[in-house]
C-alpha cells in the first residue's frame, strides 16, 4: 500500500532562481561530460519504459544542477498522452518524510518532544498500559497495528472517512509488540502522527504542509491530494489486470492514506524540496541529522531507518531514501548526501515490470562514478542447488524458503508469490528486475549456514533453519 516498498531511493531535478530550472539555459549550460552522464544514465533508464504503457518521471541532480529530467512512457494510455517531465503523481509513502518533518518543525519550536506518549495529544488512545512516545511513531517501533495490513482496509478503501475515524479503525488491535522493541512498517504510525499536528498547530494537516513547508520552498504542485491551489499536468494511475493488460488503478480516497501517503507532487518540486534540506531549511541542523540517523531498538540493534527516511548506503556511499506504493503509482526518491547526488522516480503504475528503487538506484550509481555490474547469468550445478534448498528466518514472523526447480533456484518468501532466482556466480543470485542479490554462505563444517541479502542498501543476514 503507502510502502516503503522495499526501502528505496530516487529523485533529481533542476530548481528555479539560483538553483534554477531554466531549461533551455541548463541545457546550454551543460558540459559535453555532463551531456555524457546524462545519456549514459537515460541508456539504462529507457529500455525498462515502453513508448505506449505507463511510464515515469526521473530527475537526477548533483550539487543542485540538473544532471537528467525526462520522461517515458505514457501519461495517459487512453487519450494517447505522452508522460512529460512536469507530471504530478501520487507519492505514496514518500510522504512520511513530509509529515516527519513537520512533526519536528513543531519539537524545534517546543510545542512538543519526541519522547512524548501519544496520549499527551491524543488522550482517548488506548495503549494499554503501554508507554507510546512520537518517537516510536516516527520510528515504526510503537508496535502498533498497521492498518494497511488489515484485510477489511480494502473493503472499503473508496470511501471517505475522518480522521477519528480511520483511527477508530485500528486503536482497538492489540500491540503486536513491545514498543521499541523490533521495528514493523507502519501506516498507522504516520497516521497518528497528522493527527498530532493537526492537534498541536491547530491547523488541518493539509493546511499545515501547504503553509509552513510547500508555499516557503515554492513547491507549487505538491499538495494533500484533493487540496491542490495549482493546477498541472496530472498523469493517470494505472495497475495489472487479467492476463497482465493494463487496466486503471482502483480508486482510493486519499482520506485513508492521509499523513502516510496522500501527497502528489512533481519531481520538480521533489528537487526543491531536497535542495531545500541540502540548505538546512525548516529544521535545526542537528534536528535534520538526527531524522536522518538510524533509529536504536531496546536491545542495540538498529533498524536502519530514521524520521521518514530509510538510512542505508548505496555502493558503499552513505544514503537516505524512501519509496513509495499506492493504488495508479509507484516511487522512490534517495539522497547521497556526502555525493550531494538526488534522484527521484515517480511512475505512474502501481505494477511496475521494474521498480523505482532500482531505477533511482542505478542513476545515481552512475551518477557517482560507480555503477552496479552487469549481473551475468552462471550454470550452476543442480547439487549445488539443492544444498541452499531449505527455509532461512527473516525475522520471527516470516522466512525464505528455497526449492530446486529442474537447474533453477526457486524463493517463496512468507506471504508472497514464488520468484525464480538467476545466479552470477555459484553462490550468489539475483532477484528478477531488481538489484537485491543472495548469497549463500557455509561454515567450518561446509554446510550451509546462511544466507546475505544486499537490499536497498542494507545488509541482511537470514540464518538457515535445521
Not at 516527519?100 to 495503549?127: C, Q, R, S
Not at 511513531?137 to 508496535?143: A, F, M, R, W
Not at 515517480?346 to 555503477?371: E, F, H, R
Not at 539443492?386 to 526449492?403: E, V, W
Request: include cysteine.
Amino acid at each position: 500500500m503507502f510502502r516503503l516498498s522495499a526501502l528505496c531511493f530516487a529523485s533529481l531535478v533542476a530548481l528555479h532562481a539560483p538553483a534554477a530550472f531554466a531549461q533551455e539555459g541548463a541545457a546550454a549550460a551543460m558540459s559535453a561530460s555532463e551531456h555524457a552522464l546524462a545519456e549514459r544514465i537515460d541508456a539504462v533508464i529507457a529500455p525498462y519504459y515502453k513508448a505506449d504503457a505507463p511510464g515515469a518521471t526521473v530527475i537526477v541532480t548533483h550539487d543542485g544542477k540538473t544532471v537528467l529530467r525526462k520522461a517515458y512512457g505514457m501519461a495517459n494510455v487512453s487519450k494517447g498522452m505522452a508522460m512529460t517531465p512536469d507530471m504530478a503523481m501520487r507519492l505514496g509513502s514518500i510522504t512520511k518524510q513530509f509529515t516527519a518533518v513537520g512533526i519536528l518543525m513543531l519539537k524545534d519550536e517546543g510545542k512538543l518532544a519526541l519522547d512524548d506518549d501519544i496520549t499527551t495529544f491524543l488522550p482517548d488512545y488506548p495503549t494499554r498500559g503501554k508507554r507510546i512516545t512520537i518517537e516510536h511513531l516516527l520510528t515504526h517501533t510503537s508496535g502498533i497495528v498497521s492498518f494497511t495490513s488489515k484485510p477489511a482496509f480494502f473493503l472499503t478503501e473508496g470511501q471517505d472517512k475522518g480522521v477519528a475515524q480511520m483511527i477508530d479503525f485500528f486503536k482497538n488491535d492489540a500491540l503486536e509488540f513491545e514498543p521499541g522493541t523490533r521495528w514493523a512498517y507502519n501506516n498507522s504510525g504516520y497516521f497518528l502522527l497528522g493527527a498530532v499536528i493537526e492537534k498541536v498547530s491547530g491547523q488541518t494537516y493539509a493546511r499545515f504542509l501547504e503553509e509552513r513547508i510547500f508555499t516557503p520552498l515554492g513547491m507549487r504542485h505538491t499538495a494533500y491530494e484533493g487540496h491542490e491551489r495549482n493546477s498541472g499536468p496530472r498523469a493517470a494511475g494505472y495497475t495489472k489486470g487479467w492476463f497482465g493488460r493494463v487496466t486503471t488503478a482502483k480508486p482510493i480516497s486519499m482520506t485513508q492514506p492521509y499523513a502516510a501517503g496522500a501527497l502528489v507532487s512533481t519531481v520538480d518540486d521533489l528537487a526543491r524540496w531536497d535542495a531545500a534540506i541540502t540548505a538546512g531549511k525548516l529544521l535545526k541542523p542537528a534536528t535534520w541529522q538526527k531524522a536522518h540517523t538510524s533509529a536504536v531498538l531496546a536491545d542495540g540493534k538498529l533498524t536502519n531507518y530514521g524520521y521518514g527516511w530509510q538510512v542505508g548506503k548505496l555502493r558503499g556511499a552513505p544514503m537516505v531514501a524512501h519509496d513509495g506504493g499506492i493504488n495508479g503509482f509507484s516511487t522512490s526518491a534517495l539522497r547521497l548526501p556526502q555525493q550531494k547526488v538526488y534522484v527521484a522516480v515517480l511512475s505512474n503504475t502501481d505494477a511496475p515490470k521494474v521498480q523505482p528503487d532500482m531505477v533511482a538506484s542505478q542513476a545515481a550509481a552512475i551518477a557517482i562514478g560507480n555503477p552496479f555490474p552487469d549481473f551475468k547469468p552462471v550454470k550452476v550445478d543442480n547439487a549445488v542447488l539443492d544444498a541452499y534448498a531449505g527455509t532461512y528466518r527473516i525475522d520471527a514472523n516470516a522466512t525464505r524458503s528455497f526449492k530446486r526447480d529442474g537447474d533453477k533456484l526457486v524463493m517463496q518468501r512468507t506471504n508472497r508469490d514464488p520468484v525464480t532466482l538467476t545466479p552470477f556466480a555459484s553462490d550468489s543470485f539475483v532477484l528478477p528486475n531488481s538489484l537485491t542479490t543472495l548469497v549463500f554462505a557455509r561454515n567450518a563444517k561446509g554446510e550451509v549456514s546462511h544466507l546475505t541479502v544486499h537490499s536497498q542498501g542494507a545488509e541482511m543476514i537470514n540464518q538457515r533453519e535445521p
